[in-house]
């Protein structure tokens, strides 16, 4: 079974951090791309961060770069996000998704953690 299960989610006020995993199962993980999307309501989706298979030069949209910092554990299976200095703005379900293989399509997908800032 697929499993990209999304954690570290929460509450936290601004100008705080937290660190989110998303922990893969049931597939192909060190081999692909794998990044961080968010959603807020009312707003399309973004994409946050993205990590290739080898872990350099990671991509960051241009609203958190210099805060937030994607990395992988291709042992684990596992993504992280750490995000610092949050804003209100920030304010998010995050979503992990795995590359394709093919462009820059992602099929696989998590079911997301809340991150909420207050201000």
């Known amino acids: 079974e697929v499993q990209l299960v999304e954690s570290g989610g929460g509450l936290v006020q601004a100008g705080g951090s937290l660190s989110l995993s998303c922990a893969v199962s049931g597939l192909r993980f060190r081999d692909y791309a794998i990044a961080w999307f968010r959603q807020a309501p009312g707003k399309e989706r973004e994409g946050v961060s993205c990590?290739?298979?080898?872990?350099?030069?990671?991509y960051y949209g241009d609203s958190v770069k210099g805060r937030f910092a994607i990395s992988r554990d291709n042992a684990k299976n596992t993504l992280y996000l750490q995000m610092n200095s949050l804003k209100p703005e920030d304010t998010a379900v995050y979503y992990c998704?795995?590359?394709?293989?093919?462009?820059?399509?992602?099929?696989?997908w998590g079911q997301g953690t809340q991150v909420a800032v207050s201000s």
């Open positions: 998704a795995r590359a394709s293989g093919l462009g820059s399509s992602y099929n696989y």
């Open positions: 990590i290739t298979s080898s872990g350099i030069s990671p």
